[in-house]
């Protein structure tokens, strides 16, 4: 089994090789620079790979994501149909994602969005200190991320409720489901965290009128998907007062262009889609794991149900 390692922002994929070798040295990995015979490819290793690289993999049968999201490989129409594909869930990407929402979750508690203004306008205002057991943070999205962090903010002591699309097993008061009752749930949220997968029921879930379900003053924690969010609409909500501010880690265009107006919000804080990164170091084991479980004619863990897009 001959494994294609594609990506178009990873300069290289040394660690993801060193690691994966030490652990099964079988294993055939190729980088592009280096291919080898295309038909031999059977597998590929991606984090937003060109779709065109897909098309000279005639015998492609498995694509396993470096990252827990998967919607970068959904977006290469080249890929060959019935390829399956699998993604990474890893505790230390849980541990980055929960310490992303609890940084933002105590930024909004302690009122900084508004002392970034102040700041910005040389202005002196002391606020109120607001604790984390009066305030609701929603969740939307309740996977392997959204759960674990949901629990993280709940340990802090906020008043955590969440959302999915699908009922939950068992019933639970704080728990929420399917567009009927988005609006009851967003209407409590002081603190929104997006943790949903982007497909297209979720593309631009954050729009004008789902913000204006918010309370006011609500802060948003987006380190999900930029799709996940109208910008415009944002940028209206925070300018309005509607909002109070944000922090965003995703964007509909990456690199953030220069000219963007979220760069001039001072509420709007702004980082490199840094949220959690995948740690070849912890994760390495469950993909040479996906690999020996594929080459064996076995499906592979974390496996993605393309009906749903996750």
């Known amino acids: 089994m001959a494994i294609l390692c594609l990506s178009t922002v990873l300069p290289n994929f040394n660690q993801w090789i060193k690691n994966l070798h030490a652990i099964d040295p079988t294993l055939d990995l190729r980088?592009?620079?280096?291919?080898?015979?295309?038909?031999?490819?059977?597998?590929?290793l991606a984090w937003k790979a060109n779709d065109e690289d897909f098309k000279q993999l005639p015998n492609l049968k498995f694509v396993q994501s470096t990252g827990m999201g998967i919607d970068h490989i959904l977006e290469c129409k080249s890929i060959p149909e019935g390829t399956i594909i699998a993604r990474i869930v890893d505790h230390d990407m849980k541990e980055q994602m929960a310490e992303y929402a609890l940084y933002g979750a105590l930024k909004a508690c302690r009122n900084m969005?508004?002392?970034?203004?102040d700041q910005v306008n040389k202005e002196w205002?002391?606020?109120?200190?607001?604790?984390?057991?009066d305030l609701t943070v929603g969740v939307l999205g309740l996977g392997e991320l959204g759960s674990y962090v949901a629990n993280t903010l709940k340990e802090y002591g906020f008043n955590v409720i969440g959302w999915k699309n699908t009922p939950p097993q068992e019933k639970d008061a704080s728990i929420y489901h399917g567009q009927d009752q988005l609006p009851e749930f967003l209407s409590q949220c002081n603190i929104l965290v997006c943790l949903l997968p982007l497909t297209p029921e979720t593309q631009h879930i954050l729009n004008r009128d789902t913000f204006a379900m918010l309370p006011k003053g609500a802060y948003?924690?987006?380190?999900a998907r930029g799709g996940h969010v109208k910008e415009a609409d944002l940028l209206e909500a925070i300018q309005s007062g509607h909002i109070s501010g944000a922090l965003l880690d995703v964007f509909d265009t990456e690199p953030l262009p220069k000219d963007?107006?979220?760069?001039?919000?001072a509420a709007i804080e702004i980082t490199p889609h840094v949220?959690?990164?995948?740690?070849?170091?912890?994760?390495?084991?469950?993909?040479?794991?996906?690999?020996?479980?594929v080459r064996e004619g076995k499906l592979p863990n974390n496996l993605v149900d393309l009906n749903r897009g996750y």
């Open 113 to 117: 969005q508004y002392y970034n203004r």
């Open 220 to 223: 948003l924690i987006n380190p």
């Open 31 to 44: 980088t592009k620079d280096n291919p080898g015979d295309l038909s031999e490819i059977t597998s590929v």
């Open 260 to 265: 963007h107006p979220f760069w001039d919000e």
């Open 125 to 133: 205002h002391m606020r109120s200190r607001i604790l984390p057991k």
């Open 275 to 293: 949220a959690a990164m995948t740690n070849p170091i912890t994760a390495s084991e469950q993909v040479a794991e996906n690999f020996r479980l």
